[in-house]
């Protein structure tokens, strides 16, 4: 199973683009922060993430505002065929109310 989840905060994104098919796809890119449990250790975690959104989620994201924070679910894929670098594909997101 490839399947990843993470509150982050919506950094940056490109103008969308169009595949060949006609499909628009939205890059980003997402900042995440947490405490995170390891060892019986707490342990600050930071990273950012590069992210792209197809199709309906393309669309719904790129009407939110930079700088809001959503519980983003999707899979990892390599950016491209040759590639090792991962990229997260968000297949549905919510924005958190804090």
């Known amino acids: 199973m490839n399947q990843f989840q993470c ?13 060949p098919a ?3 796809i939205l890059s980003a890119k997402l900042l995440h922060s947490s405490q ?6 707490q342990r ?7 992210a792209i959104a197809a199709g309906k ?7 939110e505002e930079l700088g809001a924070v959503f519980h983003f679910t999707g899979f990892l894929a390599r950016r491209n065929r ?9 297949t549905e997101f919510e924005n958190i109310q804090y």
């Open 7 to 19: 509150v982050a905060t919506f950094a940056e994104r490109d103008a969308v683009r169009y595949t």
């Open 22 to 24: 006609g499909i628009p």
């Open 36 to 41: 995170q449990l390891e060892a019986g250790i």
């Open 44 to 50: 600050l975690v930071e990273f950012e993430i590069s």
């Open 57 to 63: 989620m393309c669309e719904r994201l790129d009407r």
């Open 82 to 90: 040759n590639s090792r670098s991962l990229v997260f594909h968000i």
